[in-house]
């Protein structure tokens, strides 16, 4: 009898003991299952070409924008200085979106909403 210990990518720790035939077909088919979980992982992006507010609010985020609070007027006018034409209205349900999510912060100075990261 032949022993095994086989460890996967996943973290997954199997140990065998049996023939070298009975073996072999058990890593085989480990190997089949970590293809198509593998593949099931693959995720998919947004529509190339497609614009979302949400990726736009992330996009002045990353580029540093939110170092300093800013408030709906500031973030539409820089919007609209990258060429992307949002009422307030719209803009204010989006943001929120984010401070629900975590990705910005809220602050309330003189009856005004601030957001920052």
Known sequence: MAKA???TPRGVTVKIEGTPQEILLVVQDLDKQEAKSAKARVVKKAPQGRTTL??????LGNDGFFKQP???G???AELEARGHHYPVT???GAVLNQVRRRNLRRLQKND??????
Request: no cysteine.
């Open 112 to 117: 005004r909403w601030f957001y920052t990261r």
């Open 74 to 76: 500031g973030i539409r």
């Open 5 to 7: 210990q086989i460890s």
């Open 70 to 72: 800013r408030d709906l």
């Open 90 to 92: 719209t803009l204010s």
């Open 54 to 59: 949400a990726g736009l609010l992330a996009s």
